[in-house]
């Protein structure tokens, strides 16, 4: 793979303030890291505060400074003074991404190798289990203050019905709070337990360990998160301590809800069709050096109609608007966080990270799905489902995912979407700024990235201590490699192989080549070098690198206790707690 960093320079979609690109010798970039390097642990002020910011169900092209048509000027600004990797990777669902990110080890390893069903093996609890820390217990051991906004996804849920979800009882809809961010490292938490709700007035809001209800007729849950942030870093910026600050939206994971005047605004952007934005961002892509030119656009997802033949296009363009004001409230949000930062003087020493938690999402969602409600608080029932075009996504009323179509364009030049193993739904976008170490403002990494590179980042810039042992439990090794030396203007060893699993759907990265497989089929095999878009599936042709490969991929199965969908057994069911007792 390519190796080498390019430059691009961004064009912001709505502002006209662009960081300047100029070239970085070695020998600064070799200061900045030896400079790095020399910072005691002891001298805290010195280490950076530490932004770590995570959106949801986001593609890989959804983000102006990675081709998209969608105004991001603040992600973009914040990539014209950073560094973006073209090559970093998550896993392919919600709970995995978010167990790998805060432990730095393969999701089966913390306990989440599906989702948050108890499957009763060590794999597949459902929770964090006692054999991981999180980043907020490392880095609260060394010192720093740990807060988190948003969506947390590490829990077990006990649903009655849709009782909890319509707000029609007060029965705790949790197992236990022993799992809870506050329970696992975390000084201060305002979000949401559960891993979708609505963006009005959400299910499972809680505030510390307490829950509570949204608290205005204005409320907007992208905004409160973002209000949330720039409170917490105006009481702890400047302090005598750093700050890690964890900031996990839920935008844009369905349902698309938006104020209706920002949908307005990219309704007409849209009635141009997924054909045509589709065939724009790739070519954007090629333009600002994010793909590789040799990567060809894969085609259309076979379930999808070209656009000149669909009916009803407002209604279609409508959802992908409502998910692009949904990525404009997230990226107003960054916005306003790196303003408190400017405000408070602490953006040169703070690491600011973007990413996204796996590919974008194909699903289209049902009434029945246990986690969608039927009424809203005030009882009025919720329309659920992409059927009817009569009804239009946005309000608190609808639940509407934007399907298949439109996440074939977010995933652009790539195919397949969350869940799957393919690039589409492994590849995120990936932001580092710090002004104080990145040597080359504005440049694109294409060296290779994975979720559990972020423990060892901050471990390392941190001045941590990764534990062996924590509460007594035996604590494994992380299994990513630190970021800096990229970060710094150099590159690291080869960071393959690379692991995957969910669902049965698997693969492994070497080198060049990736070996994946979409449950139940075969493995398919793949030079990412010229054909990452994995539209030539080489297996028959390299058996023995198949047979290579797939042995890799079985090692580390049996080491991380991966066990086929077939194979697992049956989820226990979940209790709810008893309030003021024990299991509370």
């Not at 560094?83 to 990110?101: D, E, G, I, K, W």
């Not at 107003?332 to 990270?353: D, F, H, S």
């Not at 969908?565 to 007792?581: C, E, H, N, R, T």
Request: net charge negative; charged share 15%; proline share 9%.
């Amino acid at each position: 793979m390519n190796n080498q960093m390019s430059r691009c320079e961004i064009e912001p979609m709505e502002t006209p303030w662009v960081l300047p690109c100029w070239p970085i010798g070695w020998l600064m970039a070799l200061a900045a890291w030896l400079i790095l390097l020399a910072i005691p642990v002891a001298a805290a002020p010195l280490r950076p505060n530490i932004v770590l910011i995570l959106a949801d169900d986001m593609g890989f092209s959804d983000l102006g400074c990675y081709g998209s048509e969608i105004a991001t000027p603040n992600l973009d600004q914040l990539a014209a003074g950073g560094l973006r990797l073209n090559q970093f990777y998550n896993t392919p669902r919600c709970c995995p991404s978010r167990a790998a990110l805060l432990t730095g080890l393969y999701p089966q390893e913390a306990g989440i190798g599906g989702m948050m069903e108890d499957r009763g093996l060590p794999g597949y609890h459902g929770e964090l289990n006692d054999h991981c820390v999180t980043l907020a217990e490392v880095l609260h051991s060394a010192g720093y203050h740990t807060l988190m906004v948003g969506k947390w996804h590490l829990s077990h849920m006990y649903f009655d019905g849709k009782k909890q979800l319509n707000f029609e009882s007060d029965e705790p809809f949790w197992e236990n709070k022993h799992d809870w961010p506050l329970q696992r490292g975390f000084e201060e938490y305002y979000g949401t337990i559960h891993g979708v709700s609505s963006y009005f007035d959400p299910f499972s809001l809680v505030e510390d360990n307490t829950p509570v209800h949204a608290n205005s007729p204005n409320f907007y849950y992208t905004d409160a998160l973002s209000d949330h942030a720039v409170n917490f870093i105006k009481k702890y910026a400047g302090g005598s301590a750093p700050f890690f600050l964890y900031v996990a939206y839920t935008a844009p994971h369905w349902p698309m809800q938006a104020p209706a005047a920002d949908i307005a605004k990219y309704r007409p952007v849209y009635e141009a069709g997924w054909d045509v934005i589709r065939s724009n961002r790739y070519q954007r892509e090629i333009q600002l050096g994010i793909i590789n030119p040799v990567w060809a656009l894969s085609p259309r997802d076979p379930r999808v109609q070209p656009w000149a033949q669909v009916p009803n296009h407002e209604w279609q363009a409508n959802r992908m608007a409502t998910f692009a004001a949904m990525v404009s409230h997230l990226d107003q949000g960054v916005g306003r966080i790196m303003g408190a930062l400017r405000a408070a003087g602490a953006t040169t020493n703070t690491l600011v990270i973007f990413l996204s938690d796996n590919g974008a999402c194909d699903e289209v969602i049902y009434p029945q799905y246990y986690d969608v409600p039927s009424a809203t608080r005030d009882g009025r029932t919720i329309k659920v489902g992409n059927s009817d075009p009569a009804v239009f996504a946005g309000p608190v009323d609808v639940w509407q995912s934007y399907g298949v179509p439109w996440a074939n364009v977010s995933d652009t030049p790539f195919r397949l979407y969350k869940h799957y193993t393919h690039e589409g739904g492994i590849s995120t976008p990936f932001i580092a700024s710090w002004p104080a170490v990145i040597a080359h403002p504005g440049g694109i990494a294409g060296q290779i990235g994975h979720i559990t590179d972020v423990m060892p980042t901050l471990v390392e810039v941190a001045g941590a201590e990764y534990p062996k042992i924590f509460k007594a439990q035996t604590i494994p090794p992380m299994e990513g490699e630190s970021l800096l030396p990229i970060l710094a203007g150099g590159e690291r060893p080869e960071r393959t192989p690379l692991f995957w699993e969910h669902e049965g759907n698997r693969a492994v990265h070497a080198g060049d080549w990736k070996l994946v497989s979409r449950y139940p089929g075969p493995w398919e095999l793949y030079n990412l070098a010229t054909d990452r878009s994995e539209l030539t599936n080489l297996a028959g042709q390299y058996p023995a690198r198949v047979g290579e490969l797939s042995a890799l991929y079985e090692q580390w199965a049996k080491r991380c206790g991966v066990v086929p969908p077939d194979q697992l057994p049956p989820a226990k069911a979940i209790k709810p707690a008893l309030v003021g007792g024990t299991a509370d």
